[in-house]
């Protein structure tokens, strides 16, 4: 396993990936490179016997010892602040087939966090105070995208019921037909947790992503983010997904039915076909917070690519009890009164 920093070509300073330009950005000279650009650089150290790889476990810069878990694969050097990639962790069966490069830069990520701070009222200050603010980590999180194709097929019969009223006499006529419905659907991309120690509430919260954004995985994007490596196969969901996309096949296929009063469905034949798995990094902005009074996690989760945001919110008790002294108490004592009075 090594360790990889991508340096500047013009200073020495560690490269950043930013998500405005979509390009590599140097925070000392400000250069900024293409993945075409540092392609043809490290092409060229290599011819020239140059090697790209650092010693395992050690910062490429000062040489400090970076202390990671099984499964991160880029991070932070806690010394000199340079981005490490650790690139044993995503080779071989572990290296990527694609990647969402992240969109949405730290600035505006903890723009789009104080926004939404700003409509909880009760909310500890801890919780977005600037030095909590500052732990805002982006991460890259592994998922399995299922792609498949489904055919379907529904037989069944379709009463049409009408009631009529004539003379004071009420009759019932019914209609039956044959029914059969047919299709085939494109399923592309559906997302899979492929990391055990994740938590699912952040997630799956930040879904969807744009999928039509995936690119080929490179290194290169990693820079300047945390990234995690999978721990999950696609085996252990295999069987789940294919009896899912089953049971969507069969709901599209009834839904489809709908012109008649009552339906009985005889059968059905739904066949899922092309199974395909891909594994893939999405980017998600994450800020966690312990709250010792109840000794709970909560989080906040923006999604690095379409910036939807979910969250699990503390709770300042003093500012509740707050809110009842000076709205609620005050309200239940003018009934009270008013109704004593009367």
């Known amino acids: 396993m090594s360790a990889i920093i991508y340096q500047c070509p013009n200073c020495g300073g560690g490269l950043l990936f930013d998500p405005e330009s979509q390009k590599y950005k140097c925070e000392y000279c400000l250069s900024l490179f293409s993945e075409a650009d540092l392609k043809d650089l490290f092409e060229k150290e290599e011819s020239r016997g140059e090697p790209r790889a650092m010693v395992t476990y050690c910062c490429p810069s000062c040489g400090a010892e970076i202390v990671t878990d099984d499964t991160t694969a880029a991070s932070f050097c806690y010394y000199c602040h340079n981005p490490v990639v650790l690139s044993g962790r995503l080779e071989g069966r572990f290296a990527p087939d694609q990647i ?190 312990r709250d010792e009074r109840d000794d709970k996690i909560y989080y906040f989760a923006l999604n690095g690519d379409s910036g939807k945001v979910c969250g699990r919110l503390p709770v300042d008790k003093k500012k509740l009890l707050g809110l009842f002294f000076t709205v609620f108490f005050p309200v239940l004592l003018a009934l009270l009164i008013g109704g004593y009075l009367i």
């Open 100 to 289: 969402i490069p992240f969109a949405i830069d730290r600035e505006k990520a903890v723009e789009i966090f104080n926004q939404w701070i700003g409509r909880k009222r009760f909310v500890p200050k801890a919780f977005y105070s600037p030095d909590q603010i500052e732990k805002i980590t982006g991460v890259y999180f592994p998922y399995w995208l299922y792609s498949c194709q489904v055919y379907g097929e529904l037989n069944g019969v379709g009463d049409q019921i009408e009631v009529h009223t004539l003379g004071g006499i009420r009759s019932t006529e019914t209609r039956r037909y044959r029914i059969r419905r047919e299709g085939e659907m494109d399923i592309k991309n559906v997302p899979r947790n492929a990391l055990k120690k994740a938590n699912h509430e952040i997630i799956e919260g930040v879904l969807p992503f744009h999928t039509g954004r995936l690119k080929p995985f490179s290194m290169g994007y990693l820079t300047g983010f945390f990234a995690e490596k999978r721990d999950i196969e696609w085996e252990e969901f295999q069987k789940e997904m294919t009896e899912e996309m089953r049971q969507y096949a069969t709901e599209s296929l009834r839904a489809n039915v709908d012109n008649y009063s009552q339906v009985q469905v005889e059968g059905t034949d739904i066949r899922v076909m092309k199974e395909k798995w891909h594994y893939a990094l999405l980017p998600v902005w994450t800020l966690t917070y």
